[in-house]
């Protein structure tokens, strides 16, 4: 499975950024598969956002995650989305997509072993 993180860059306070994850891979299933949203702070743990099922359905990681962001895929599954809103300076960090080419969504980080390589965000005050 291949994961390619974009869409990352310089953002305005209060502002909204969508993410995108391009998914390829060999596999029939590969576009069914779970896909999780990261983030990281140098110096800091890789935080979970949220994941989205094979189904569509959302996991977030943290109860602070909900209203803020959200995750989509188009049809056929080749790209995920993450949608930031209500940027705040704390939400400046590297984005990763991940997948443990399963349908459901597991646990932390360490579980994925598929990464794409991330994006960063930053947000300007």
């Known amino acids: 499975v291949q994961l390619q993180a974009y869409g990352g860059g310089l953002a305005q306070l209060g502002g909204s950024l969508r993410l995108s994850c391009a998914v390829s891979?060999?596999?029939?299933?590969?576009?069914?598969?779970?896909i999780a949203w990261f983030r990281q702070v140098p110096g800091k743990e890789r935080e979970g956002v949220l994941c989205?099922?094979?189904?569509?359905?959302?996991?977030y990681y943290a109860d602070s995650m909900k209203g803020q962001f959200t995750g989509s895929r188009d049809i056929p599954g080749k790209t995920m989305y993450l949608q930031i809103n209500s940027l705040k300076p704390e939400d400046t960090a590297v984005y990763y997509c991940?997948?443990?080419?399963?349908?459901?969504?597991?646990?932390?980080?360490?579980?994925?072993?598929?990464w794409g390589q991330g994006t960063l965000v930053t947000v300007s005050s």
């Open positions: 891979g060999s596999s029939r299933f590969t576009l069914n598969y779970a």
């Open positions: 991940a997948t443990d080419s399963r349908f459901t969504c597991i646990g932390g980080p360490s579980e994925y072993k598929f």
């Open positions: 989205l099922s094979g189904s569509d359905e959302i996991t």
